[in-house]
């Protein structure tokens, strides 16, 4: 059976595992029932996530000039401290930063490879921690604004990371760590018009990921570098496929990617 389409990061849905799905235009792969059975990947060219035309793609799955250009990859998003829209200052869009950014905003830490800080819109919870391959998380702070997040952020990572070690994330390098504790510990280092906002009495969300087998080190595939790819997939973590040969692919590194997946 082959499946062929434009690579975008993959849905989730919160379960005991997660379930992984890969969505085409036309039809969708439930990755999870993918799991010890030998796949084919083909890498068929690029397309732009946003005009949609077949062209050298930049960053995150856009071209040059729509990475520039449209506001849903705006600074503001790698970088919440930089929101206007509560001022009413425009960057790209006001009209779309108001209905982003100006909505309830989640500061939490997770461990995947370690503790680390982050910020997602509420609606993304749990979706955010998974796509880290985070495998425990609490929330720190509920703000109405993408600008207080990104501030509380900002104070929180001179103590803690804000990055994941993908590679100890996927070989379960990380330990247990006590999340409610650090962030109790945090606590003083919020700012001030953040602080009326932390979330007491909140519990940890464990998250169970479908990998069969843990590899022991891991070896990342670049379509780039290597057009065509088989294996069997042992695991599904983060964003990315595991295989038994402990070669992983971040699908979410390829977005914009046309691909023919094929079921052996």
Same mark, same amino acid.
């Given at each position: 059976m082959n499946y062929e389409g434009v690579l975008t990061k993959m849905s989730t849905e919160?379960?005991?595992? +997660?379930? !992984? %799905?890969?969505? %085409?235009?036309?039809?969708? +792969?439930?990755? *999870? @029932?993918?799991?010890? $059975? *030998?796949? $084919?990947?083909? %890498?068929?060219?690029? @397309?732009?996530?946003?005009?949609?035309?077949?062209?050298? =793609?930049?960053? @995150?799955?856009?071209?040059?000039?729509? %990475?520039? $250009?449209?506001? *849903?990859?705006?600074?503001?998003?790698?970088? /919440?401290?930089?929101?206007?829209?509560? #001022?009413?200052? &425009?960057?790209?869009? #006001?009209e779309y930063e108001k209905k982003v950014q100006l909505q309830p905003h989640i500061v939490y830490l997770a461990n995947s490879s370690n503790i680390k800080v982050g910020v997602t819109r509420k609606t993304q919870v749990p979706t955010r921690w998974i796509d880290q391959g985070a495998h425990e998380a609490v929330e720190v702070v509920e703000v109405p604004n993408r600008y207080l997040a990104g501030i509380a952020e900002v104070a929180l990572k001179e103590y803690v990371a804000d990055k994941t070690n993908w590679r100890k994330m996927l070989t379960n390098g990380a330990e247990d760590a006590d999340l409610i504790a650090a962030k109790e510990e945090l606590k003083q280092y919020l700012p001030e018009e953040v602080? /009326?906002? !932390? =979330?007491? *009495?909140? $519990? &940890?969300?464990?998250?169970?990921?479908?990998?069969?087998k843990v590899p022991e080190k891991v070896t990342s595939v670049n379509l780039d570098k290597t057009p065509f790819f088989e294996g069997k997939l042992v695991g599904i973590k983060g964003q990315y496929l595991i295989f038994e040969d402990q070669t992983v692919f971040n699908v979410r590194r390829h977005e914009g990617y046309k691909v023919n997946i094929e079921l052996v």
């Open positions: 919160y379960g005991s595992p +997660i379930n !992984y %799905f890969v969505i %085409f235009e036309s039809d969708f +792969i439930h990755v *999870n @029932q993918l799991l010890g $059975k *030998n796949i $084919k990947i083909d %890498f068929l060219g690029t @397309q732009c996530l946003g005009c949609g035309q077949e062209k050298k =793609l930049f960053r @995150q799955g856009y071209c040059y000039d729509d %990475f520039y $250009k449209l506001p *849903n990859v705006g600074d503001w998003i790698m970088r /919440p401290e930089l929101s206007k829209a509560h #001022l009413g200052e &425009e960057d790209r869009d #006001l602080l /009326p906002y !932390y =979330l007491d *009495n909140i $519990k &940890e969300t464990a998250i169970d990921f479908p990998v069969q």
